[in-house]
């Protein structure tokens, strides 16, 4: 079963997710869990030219932020007992280079920030509120990492009757299975799954202009 929606700039955003220095860079604290970093920077091509076709095509661009409290004591089970390492390597520490957005894709002035604390971006933030002020109904999803902040953004996002589009080459995974596997899933149901150059041409943006 794949989802026939039909994508189109009227009453579309794009949904930047996670592209930190904690995930992108190997002084970041997934490299230092001993996780590998380099499947999630190989997203950030892609990231950057579905950011950059956005922008040319005047399509509202959110980025989404993983932060937790210097303390972590907003971290939950996450950072308590399910990966501690998270917290003894800071993950995404409020206020810290690890938790800023990486250099190739930082938000302008005009484009909206939604910080959290959990996988989805929709769990105790703005995101849907700010979505409905402005009419949107299609969102085009990128960024890290596949299986979990992204597809469990994607999730809510499909739960809440949004037209759901990811572009399979501007997600990464630090695993190869989760990463095929969470485009299955949300080809299956939840989203329709293209690639940067279909979601480009689907915008009327000429690729030669964002390469």
């Known amino acids: 079963m794949t989802a026939n929606f039909r994508l189109v700039q009227d009453k579309a955003a794009l949904v930047i997710v996670d592209m930190q220095n904690s995930y992108l860079e190997p002084e970041g604290a997934m490299a230092k869990c001993g996780l590998d970093w ?3 920077r190989a997203a950030a091509p892609g990231c950057q030219r579905l950011l950059a076709g956005a922008r040319k095509a005047g399509i509202p661009v959110i980025h989404t932020q993983y932060v937790f409290q210097p303390d972590f004591k907003d971290g939950g089970l996450l950072t308590r007992e399910i990966m501690p390492e998270l917290k003894e390597t ?18 302008l002035p005009n484009e909206a920030v939604i910080e959290k604390n959990r996988c989805s971006a929709f769990y105790s933030t703005q995101l849907e509120s700010f979505l409905r002020s402005m009419q949107v109904e299609n969102l085009v999803f990128c960024g890290v990492t596949t299986s979990m902040c992204v597809e469990s953004t994607v999730r809510d996002a499909a739960q809440r009757d949004f ?7 501007a997600t990464g995974e630090v695993v190869q299975d989760r990463y095929d596997g969470a485009l299955k899933t949300m080809g299956f149901l939840f989203a329709k799954v293209m690639t940067v150059n279909e979601i480009l041409d689907s915008w009327k943006v000429e690729l030669s202009n964002v390469a």
């Not at 995404?92 to 190739?104: L, M, N, S």
Request: net charge positive; with cysteine.
């Open 163 to 169: 037209r759901c589009f990811v572009a399979r080459d």
């Open 38 to 40: 380099t499947r999630l």
């Open 90 to 107: 800071g993950l995404c520490a409020k206020g810290t280079w690890d938790a800023e957005f990486w250099d190739g894709l930082k938000p």
